[in-house]
């Protein structure tokens, strides 16, 4: 039998999809403890996650404070602790290229 040991106790699952946004947005207000991002397999281009209300940028090989975490096609975030999706922002290279996530909360 297995038994958890965990601290955390999630009483709810959610899931959803963010479209690509070459421009860059905050993500939208959804509650949540925990999230997880995937970026779809077939982008062409990254997808970076960084503070909202942003702007945040992909790397670009110069110091700042606006780079976000970035994805590349099928690649995921690990589990990131924020109580809103909102308190993110995200940027796409390319308009098609879009993400999905898991909440835990």
């Known amino acids: 039998m297995l038994v958890s040991t ?6 709810e699952v959610a899931s959803g999809e963010l479209p690509g946004n070459a421009s ?18 077939s982008n062409s281009g990254k997808i970076a996650i960084g503070a909202a209300p942003g702007p945040v ?27 809103r999706l909102d308190r993110l922002a995200y ?4 308009a098609g290229d879009k ?5 835990l909360r």
């Open 6 to 11: 965990s601290p955390w106790k999630f009483t």
């Open 24 to 41: 860059g947005a905050t993500m939208p207000v959804i509650a949540c403890a925990m999230v997880r991002f995937r970026a779809d397999g």
């Open 57 to 83: 940028t992909l790397p670009d090989g110069n110091q700042d404070t606006s780079t976000g975490l970035v994805l590349g096609a099928g690649a995921d975030s690990d589990w990131i602790f924020v109580d």
């Open 91 to 94: 940027i796409t290279t390319g």
């Open 99 to 103: 993400m999905t996530y898991l909440i």
